[in-house]
């Protein structure tokens, strides 16, 4: 059977991702400042995460990413939260998720042109339970059964939710996503994409050649798509085309705004690039993307201008 995103891309040129959930959710006055991040509104404001996803399917995306990312039995349990109460939030993350597209696609006039929309459940990386920026380096000094031993049970929780696809995302190094992708083994049926970090044209955080990254992950057969996230754009292009010549499977790219993220005061600096993010777009579709969307800082208002000039201005 065809994976969700072969089965969009059958019938539509580009699979439009979402932006930005943390950062969107500090915009509209949620206080982020805590290791489980967006997480922590999982169970304090469900209904400001469902309001994003609407938002974003509204604005053109055709999959929502769940507030899942810094979601971790680990993470969770440094607050006082039980196992059970922590899958029960992970799986809430997927409902509040599939709650916005069923409601958006109920309305037969958001249909025309767009296929039915997906739920992609956010597995962070390692990095992101330690919430010191690590995922920006990837130099955990764990081999990679430990880290199939951190991402097994978030897994298997995300994998039987009812979710269409993991997207196992910001991925610092080669090792991680072997582990990522060993897993997969033990979930069939499951789908994931598989998304790197970077810290330049060429190369994950971790220093891992891209090319290569692309060439062995894309070759899983439960993987859907292979790409980077929240990486400057400028890198993009580049990126995209040494992905995209190392292997068959579809290339996936959602960037950061190109600000600087401090991960001692949590905060971002410098100039984005929101500003042509809808022309960049489409520079990184002609590179060979076919899955795109936005990452850290980017808003619906991005991804409705993305997505109206994907459709329309290849």
Do not use: K, R
């Given at each position: 059977m065809a994976d969700p995103i072969s089965n969009i891309l059958?019938?539509?040129?580009?699979v439009v991702l979402d932006g930005a959930m943390g950062t969107e959710l500090a915009q509209r006055g949620a206080d982020l400042n805590d290791p489980l991040w967006s997480a922590r509104l999982l169970a304090e404001q469900p209904e400001l995460i469902r309001a994003v996803h609407a938002d974003y399917y509204a604005a053109g995306a055709d999959v929502a990413t769940t507030a899942s990312y810094q979601a971790t039995?680990?993470?969770f349990a440094r607050r006082g939260i039980s196992h059970e109460r922590a899958a029960d939030l992970m799986r809430l993350s997927v409902v509040l998720a599939a709650e916005a597209r069923d409601a958006f696609w109920s309305d037969p006039a958001n249909r025309a042109g767009r296929p039915r929309p997906l739920v992609a459940a956010s597995v962070g990386p390692y990095g992101a339970f330690l919430a010191d920026g690590s995922e920006y380096r990837g130099d955990y000094g764990l081999s990679i059964a430990d880290l199939m031993d951190f991402h097994r049970p978030r897994m298997a929780v995300l994998a039987a939710s009812g979710a269409d696809i993991l997207a196992c995302e910001t991925i610092p190094c080669l090792d991680e996503a072997r582990a990522i992708v060993r897993l997969l083994d033990e979930f069939p049926g499951?789908?994931?994409w598989v998304s790197f970090s970077a810290r330049d044209g060429e190369s994950t955080n971790y220093g891992d050649r891209i090319n290569d990254c692309a060439a062995e992950i894309g070759a899983h057969p439960q993987v859907?798509?292979?790409?980077?996230?929240c990486t400057p754009p400028e890198y993009v292009p580049a990126l995209v085309k040494a992905m995209h010549a190392a292997t068959e499977t579809p290339i996936l790219t959602y960037p950061n705004s190109g600000e600087t993220y401090d991960p001692a005061s949590k905060t971002w600096h410098g100039d984005g690039a929101c500003?042509?993010?809808?022309?960049?777009?489409?520079a990184w579709y002609a590179a060979g993307a076919r899955v795109i969307g936005g990452c850290c800082r980017t808003t619906p208002d991005h991804i409705r201008a993305a997505a109206e000039l994907l459709r329309r201005g290849r």
């Open positions: 059958a019938q539509h040129a580009v039995f680990e993470g499951v789908w994931a859907a798509a292979v790409g980077m996230n500003a042509t993010f809808a022309a960049d777009a489409l």
